[in-house]
């Protein structure tokens, strides 16, 4: 999938932008002007294009600094300083490391408003692919407000962005807020897509597998069953209601799994949505396939030594031998103690680096393990055991756990499999210790040799969003109900 200039904002406009309330008069001349001035069905299917370009922009960014966060691997490459001290000796400061992961997915929640509201006006387009495309638009909204709730937690977040420009900055709003904002668009997107009309844009070939507008709205289904169960444990558990969080989880999990859009067998765990990257020149590429004597990335040897062993043998877990490789150098820092000795090579393709590898944004593996979760939340037990039990011998190659544990344990080895099922695609590990407040029990502030270490609960608010609400170069924006 090539890079759209047309829809890139310029850099005047990213300056600009800094308070996020994304009404930004005329951005890109030629963008707003061919959208809403004109928006053909060849005009929107560019833009369309557009929108997949600028959602995959962030996520090497989100993967490497959410994984150095939960200990999974490390930035070595030296080349600025905070990237590889912020995250393990902390605080996270709101400019660096610490102020990331933001502007890039309210700049593609700007292009999704821009597109939503220019469809209906469209001359060419059937009232079926005009409600296709705005599907498409709420579901690429959501994604990207998932991946800004999932870095800033209970600080909350900015949602209704597109507001007039004269007006107040757009108020934040609470965690389970965001989660039904989120949850909201993607049901109003599965309603929409009810009508089968085929959507009037080339698909990337990571959506292949939600490439008709029935698939996309189990697509749409499978996120928002991740944002209900995410929202159970939110800093507010669905607001008192954790049992109807997982309970409508598990309906829409069950339902997936009932049509065939997801497979609990081994040779399907691959299967599922992802972002594309190119090599092509002018594309972005997938930063995180670095090579074995690469400079970047490395692994931390504590993802083989936790690791358990598969049965019947003293062999790690089988994900860890699929996932990790010894490097063909040492990378050491000045004064940083972490070496890097080892690579991820989820991204390499017949064992080299693979700058087109795609990143998942979902799979069928992690699906199997979000309906155990669910099954827990509402202490199924014995049915979250038989799904734990997909992922530990199908993909770990490990021996089944023993029926009749106890939820505690079920937990733990819930998070153990989701730790090496998702091990460096999206900060889970990170992201699930906050989740049930186990940072500081279950992962480590000053991995060996580093001391003095401490791992971050949350990425602060940009100070440049700060500055722009009036509230200092640091701040914790109020939240408003909603």
Not at 157 to 172: Q, R
Not at 236 to 249: D, L, P, Q, S, V
Request: contains cysteine.
């Amino acid at each position: 999938m090539k890079t759209i200039t047309l829809l890139t904002l310029s850099a005047t406009a990213l300056a600009s932008i800094a308070c996020y309330d994304f009404h930004v008069t005329d951005p890109n001349a030629p963008t707003t002007s061919s959208i809403y001035g004109n928006p053909t069905r060849a005009n929107m299917s560019v833009a369309a294009t557009g929108i997949f370009a600028q959602a995959r922009v962030d996520m090497e960014s989100y993967v490497w600094r959410l994984g150095s966060m939960g200990r999974e691997g490390v930035n070595l490459s030296g080349n600025n300083q905070p990237d590889y001290q912020e995250p393990y000796y902390g605080p996270l400061s709101n400019t660096q490391f610490g102020g990331s992961q933001w502007g890039n997915p309210y700049i593609e929640i700007r292009l999704d408003n821009l597109y939503v509201d220019a469809i209906p006006n469209s001359p060419d387009m059937s009232p079926g692919e005009k409600a296709s495309s705005i599907a498409f638009g709420e579901t690429q909204k959501a994604l990207a407000l998932f991946y800004v709730v999932q870095t800033r937690a209970q600080l909350g977040a900015a949602v209704n962005v597109d507001l007039d420009p004269s007006g107040a900055p757009a108020p934040f709003v609470g965690e389970d807020s965001v989660y039904r904002a989120i949850i909201g668009l993607l049901a109003d997107a599965r309603t929409k897509l009810a009508s089968g009309a085929a959507f009037p844009f080339s698909m990337p070939p990571g959506y292949a597998a939600a490439s008709t507008p029935q698939a996309f709205a189990q697509f749409t289904q499978a996120l928002a069953a991740k944002a209900w169960v995410f929202r159970a444990t939110d800093v507010n558990g669905c607001k008192g209601a954790k049992a109807t969080c997982y309970a409508n989880a598990l309906a829409i999990l069950d339902s997936l799994f009932a049509s065939g859009f997801a497979d609990t067998s081994a040779a399907s765990f691959q299967n599922g949505v992802f972002f594309d990257f190119s090599a092509n020149p002018g594309d972005v590429q997938n930063g995180l396939s670095d090579p074995l004597n690469g400079t970047l990335y490395f692994a931390l040897p504590e993802q083989q030594t936790d690791a358990q062993t598969q049965s019947g043998s003293a062999t790690p877990d089988a994900r860890v031998g699929a996932k990790i490789v010894d490097a063909s150098i040492t990378q050491i820092l000045s004064g940083f103690p972490i070496h890097g000795t080892l690579k991820y090579s989820i991204y390499f393709t017949n064992g080299q680096a693979n700058p087109a590898a795609e990143i998942p944004i979902i799979r069928d593996e992690e699906l199997v393990l979000l309906r155990a979760e669910a099954e827990l939340g509402l202490g199924q037990l014995n049915a979250a055991t038989t799904d734990l039990n997909v992922t530990r011998q199908g993909s770990g190659k490990l021996t089944a756990l023993s029926p009749g544990l106890s939820a505690d344990s079920l937990l733990t080895d819930l998070l153990y499999e989701r730790r090496y099922s998702l091990m460096w695609e999206q900060g889970t590990r990170w992201i699930d210790a906050r989740r049930y407040g186990l940072l500081t029990s279950t992962i480590p502030a000053s991995p060996a040799p580093l001391t003095g270490g401490h791992v971050p609960s949350v990425m602060p608010v940009p100070e440049s969003e700060c500055q722009a609400r009036g509230l200092g170069s640091t701040c914790t924006p109020p939240l408003v109900a909603q």
